[in-house]
């Protein structure tokens, strides 16, 4: 507890100074445009409040507080469908229903049933209620996209609170581990596009994903995970420097398909476009992909997990 209590202490001091630095640097350079920083940094005060509470009282307050995360980002992705239609609406209604589902199976420890509801029972029942009686327009796009949904924002998500209950020795730390790096990815990528970066790699959906941009990133992630998996994880350094790549790929890809997501479901919509900018979405978009890479992989590579 000491020496959990001692790393947080650090992570705190740290997120504070970084905090402050953003403020100055903001506030000298206006003509920048530093929101998506702003943004990463609210998620990593919120990360570290749900690290807190995994180690320091129970994994049960960080299970339900990344539940309700999982909802209110699955209620703005639902926000951005473009639906009057009732059995959408009630589609919608179903999906919110798996959520507390997915995080019981986590609650009781049941990977089997965790890895397949959604992706296999909520996949096959879901469009049901779309189905009776409801007519045939729209059938595949509401459904689908609601699927898309959930396997992001719920589904993905959901291994983040896994950890802890997976290995209750290395749990928290390895979220601790995953977000920070996928934190920083996020950020240098910004920052590198935003001074440096030439060449978008989608310009119509997200100006601020550049390959320059992916590039630093790819390289400061890798290097950070070398030096920072032997306080956090259990790992050798072969394998710290490849969930380094991982993560960094992963989270590239995560930002890049979430954005074009948003794009492709708000076309014709850009004042919500930008609003959703500073969404739950923006913030954990890499998350979703990163989240499930790492846990996957550890647990096939390590008997702790």
């Given at each position: 507890?000491?020496?959990s209590l001692?790393?947080?202490t650090l ?7 970084i905090h ?22 609210k998620t ?9 509470l995994?180690?320091?009282?129970n ?5 339900i507080?990344?539940?309700v995360?999982a ?5 703005e ?5 473009r ?16 959520i507390?589902?997915?995080?019981y199976?986590?609650?009781i420890?049941?990977?089997?049933m965790?890895?397949v509801?959604?992706?296999l029972?909520v ?5 049901l209620?779309r189905?009776i009686?409801?007519g045939?327009v ?16 719920v589904?993905?998500l959901?291994h ?16 601790l581990?995953l977000?920070v790096?996928t934190?920083?990815n ?5 920052l590198v ?5 030439k060449r ?6 997200n100006?601020f994903?550049?390959?320059?941009g ?18 956090l ?8 420097i490849?969930?380094?790549?991982l ?5 590239f890809?995560?930002?890049?398909t979430v954005?074009v ?5 708000l076309?014709g919509d850009?004042n919500?476009?930008d609003?959703?900018?500073k ?16 846990f996957?992989v550890v647990?096939?590579?390590f008997?702790?997990m």
């Open positions: 507890m000491s020496s001692f790393t947080l992570i705190f001091a740290a997120l504070l100074v402050i630095v953003y403020k100055i640097i903001a506030k000298l350079q206006p003509d920048k445009d530093y929101s998506g920083i702003g943004n990463k940094i990593w005060w919120g990360m570290l409040v749900i690290f807190c995994a180690t320091l009282f994994p049960i307050v960080s299970l507080s990344l539940m995360l909802f209110f980002a699955l209620k992705y639902f926000s951005m469908i639906s009057t239609r009732k059995a959408d609406r009630r589609l919608f209604l179903w999906a919110y229903l798996a507390p589902v997915q995080f199976w986590i609650y420890g049941w990977y089997g965790f890895i509801f959604i992706p029972y996949f096959l029942v879901l469009p209620p189905l009686n409801k045939t729209g059938f595949l796009r509401s459904v689908s996209s609601t699927q898309w949904g959930l396997m992001l924002m589904f993905g959901s983040l609170a896994y950890f802890p209950f997976a290995t209750p020795e290395y749990g928290s730390k390895l979220v581990f977000v790096l934190q920083l996020d950020v240098v990528h910004y596009s935003l001074y440096l970066g978008k790699v989608v310009p119509t959906a100006p994903l550049t390959w320059e992916f590039a630093c990133a790819f390289v400061i992630t890798t290097a950070a995970s070398y030096f920072i998996h032997p306080y994880t259990p790992f050798d350094w072969q394998f710290g490849f969930i380094g790549v993560i960094s790929l992963a989270g890809f995560g930002s890049l954005s997501l948003k794009r492709d479901l076309i850009d919500k476009f609003a959703l900018k969404s739950y979405l923006s913030r954990v978009d890499s998350l979703t992909y990163t989240s499930p890479v790492m996957h647990r096939y590579f008997d702790f």
